[in-house]
């Protein structure tokens, strides 16, 4: 099984709510959705721990329950701080847009002079024979 996020521990099997750290979860949305840093919030709430490891806590839905975890914030609190970090990344111009992918454009027809020579190397006349192609497709992809 994966690592057990905090806020849990495992009992015969179970992951249960420990008090102690789940408090300190709640404590870490509370101060987090009433305008403290991330890393103020896991101050107040006596975590230790990195922004990103903060940021994870915010956005981990397992806090919520599921099938295996019971829940420890409930929905309007979880929804409320997923707004909230959206609104602080927009506002700190944050947010990474995807680039559209430049349209590759790949040679559909070929056309090839006329051989003049032959040579005796086929290495050379393979060389030769390559060098006699050229392309006859425009930069739009129209022929």
Known sequence: ??????????????AVIDE???????TLFEAYLS?????TAADKAGIKSFHAGIGRMLTNARY?????????IDADTFAAAEAERARR????GRIQKQKEPEKAV?????????????????FEQAEYAYSL????VKTDGSQ
Request: aromatic share 10%.
């Open 1 to 14: 099984m994966s690592h057990i996020p905090y806020g849990y521990r495992i009992e015969n099997g179970k």
């Open 64 to 72: 919520l329950g599921d099938g295996f975890y019971p829940a420890i």
């Open 89 to 92: 990344v927009e506002k700190l």
């Open 106 to 122: 790949f040679p559909t027809s070929f056309c090839i002079r006329e051989r003049t020579e032959q040579l005796d190397d086929p």
């Open 20 to 26: 102690k750290t789940a408090e300190q979860v709640r």
């Open 133 to 136: 192609i050229e392309t006859e």
């Open 35 to 39: 305008g403290d840093s991330m890393s």
